[in-house]
């Protein structure tokens, strides 16, 4: 299984942007997905997941209604749409996933087996 995350870049607070993580081998139709992000110093942090059919999410309190998680038909992708960033909203965007389905509950980084090499995401004020 290989995710490869992209989408990252510059941007100023207040505007948007959306991450993207598709997945190859035997990622496809991989039941949860989810994005973490880094700042530096920081210990990486749960920004939300998603189940295989789409239509479970949740989302870390600090991005829930700014932030939407997504997955497309076939399961091997999923993308993060980011609006109203904030300052705080950059580090480095990384995509998880795995084979459980129960790691659907799981909010941290030793409940995913798989990983994206991360999209670095920078707000300027």
């Known amino acids: 299984v290989q995710l490869q995350a992209s989408g990252g870049g510059l941007v100023q607070a207040g505007g948007s942007l959306r991450l993207s993580c598709v997945g190859s081998g035997r990622a496809s139709g991989i039941p949860v997905m989810a994005w973490f992000r880094q700042a530096p110093g920081k210990e990486r942090e749960f920004v939300a997941t998603?189940?295989?059919?789409?239509?479970?999410?949740d989302y870390a309190p600090s991005v829930k209604g700014r932030f939407t998680i997504s997955r497309d038909n076939a399961g091997n992708s999923v993308s993060l749409q980011m609006n109203s960033l904030d300052i705080e909203d950059s580090a480095v965007y990384f995509c998880?996933?795995?084979?459980?389905?129960?790691?659907?509950?799981?909010?941290?980084?030793?409940?995913?087996?798989?990983w994206g090499q991360g999209t670095l995401v920078t707000v300027s004020s």
């Open positions: 998603i189940n295989n059919s789409g239509r479970r999410t």
């Open positions: 998880a996933g795995d084979f459980d389905p129960r790691r659907f509950n799981s909010r941290s980084v030793a409940g995913f087996s798989y």
